[in-house]
């Protein structure tokens, strides 16, 4: 089944940080804290673990294991995979292949405002802690059509160039240097932040629980969350596995990137949220939440101006190795199953995100009142990505798994052939993907959507 001319990763530690890569991203600098922000702190954050643990990490490991099996695209793959007769499966390819589109679609909006804030940075123009200022830059930014659509469309031009090198070449050599410098800086703001007059607030807020703040909506956006996260329920995570090398032991590298991941997560959280309360900003600002707060603690401490330009540029980057993961769910697909070129499906994939990012550029200036749901465009698309087509496709993935693929596929698989003695493992595994994530999903999403 294997093809040797396939394209694929060039080492055990060039798959984790590529893996890696595409695990963090805006969803840990920017998402998190936000979203952490407007569910009221701790009691999101401590829902937000569980829905890692229980359901995000026995779903990466599935993932990565059936791309690794099959050596295909999210399509392909359960295609191949599933049972004569059952080609339906490869639906859950076909919904990922959306899912990929609707994500970039925001996701290179929120990646063109990082980028406009490199600008900002260098120029100094973002340079304050107080609140209504920052706001107003913030807001100027985002209502502006014309800006937004350009830096949309340079963080495409960008991601596209990169895509088009090829898997190994662009991936890898791209996001292999990035993480550790941005841990770093990271460091450096939970430093000053936590040194704020008033920091301990700040704490408090994201370290101490209040159980009535975790309401069905809350647990739901906490597990999309935990989806958006680890690249799961879409495709990502099973065509990176494609890529992995059959020695890896899956286990051990998925779990060494859910606590990677976590921690740049915690880490942005320690630096934002004591210098929320330390400024007087409003902890569930939104998604302006960290391009007000960043700024804020940069201005605040010597150096600010050069470390506020790099953090931004460095999260750039971040996000850079996020988008390519997501742009390879489509671009795998076209290329092998129409047997495209790599260079005409990644180009035909940034053209399908640049049109789908019209809208969400707009979505705060022209296209406005353009809602649905009483969402607009943007809201929108994270809306029925997060919490809808990520949640429903890592059911599937789940049942397929759990009830189709089978134990005794599983352990074959999952052993590396009987190479790993991982046996007890394993079974734990099969037992959060047969029965304990599905329900769990089931359960969360028809509560969250008011359906149950
Ligand atoms: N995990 C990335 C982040 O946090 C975003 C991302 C990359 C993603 N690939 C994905 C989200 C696939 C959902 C599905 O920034």
């Not at 295909?72 to 059952?86: D, H, S």
């Not at 703001?189 to 704490?203: E, I």
């Amino acid at each position: 089944m294997a093809q040797s001319n396939r394209d694929g990763f060039t080492s055990t530690f060039g798959v984790l940080v590529a893996t890696l890569g595409s695990a963090v991203g805006l969803g840990n600098i920017w998402k998190f804290p936000f979203l952490t922000g407007v569910n009221g702190g701790a009691g999101f954050l401590l829902v937000y673990l569980a829905a890692t643990m229980l359901v995000g990490l026995p779903l990466m490991i599935a993932e990565t294991m059936l791309g690794r099996t099959a050596r295909a695209n999210a399509v392909t793959a359960f295609e191949t995979l599933a049972p004569r007769g059952k080609a339906g499966w490869k639906c859950i390819g076909w919904m990922g292949a959306l899912a990929s589109l609707l994500i970039l679609a925001f996701y290179s909006e929120v990646a063109g405002w990082v980028y406009a804030y490199i600008v900002k940075a260098a120029t100094g123009t973002i340079a304050t802690t107080d609140p209504k200022v920052a706001a107003q830059t913030f807001g100027a930014m985002v209502s502006d059509p014309v800006s937004a659509l350009a830096w949309q469309w340079v963080v495409l031009a960008v991601t596209g160039s990169i895509i088009m090198l090829g898997v190994a070449k662009g991936i890898e050599a791209v996001t292999r240097k990035l993480v550790p410098l941005l841990f770093i800086l990271l460091l450096v703001l939970c430093a000053r932040s936590l040194t704020l007059p008033g920091a301990s607030q700040g704490l408090t807020f994201l370290f101490q629980p209040d159980f009535a703040k975790i309401t069905p909506v809350v647990v739901l956006t906490a597990l999309g969350l935990a989806f958006f996260k680890l690249s799961l329920g879409m495709g990502t995570m099973l065509t990176y596995g494609s890529y992995f090398r059959d020695n890896q032991d899956i286990p051990v590298t998925t779990t060494r990137v859910m606590l990677a991941d976590l921690s740049v997560s915690l880490l942005a959280g320690i630096a934002i949220f004591p210098a929320v309360f330390a400024f007087g900003f409003e902890p569930a600002a939104g998604p302006s939440l960290v391009f007000m707060i960043i700024p804020a603690v940069f201005t605040s401490m010597p150096g600010g101006r050069l470390f506020m330009t790099i953090f931004f540029a460095l999260t750039a980057i971040a996000s850079i190795g996020a988008m390519l993961s997501l742009l390879e769910v489509p671009v795998a697909i076209l290329a092998e199953r129409y047997k495209m070129s790599r260079k005409g499906a990644s180009l035909a994939t940034i053209l399908a995100v640049a049109l789908f990012g019209v809208p969400a550029a707009l979505s705060q200036s022209l296209a406005a009142k353009i809602t649905l749901f009483g969402l607009n465009t943007f809201d929108l698309f994270d809306f029925l990505s997060s919490n809808i087509l990520m949640p429903v496709g890592g059911i599937l993935i789940c049942l397929f798994v759990g009830w189709v693929y089978g134990l005794p596929n599983l352990e074959r698989r999952l052993s590396n052939e009987g190479q790993l003695a991982n046996r007890a493992l394993i079974r734990v595994i099969f037992i959060l993907v047969r029965y304990v994530a599905p329900a769990a999903i089931a359960i969360i999403l028809l509560n969250g959507l008011k359906l149950i």
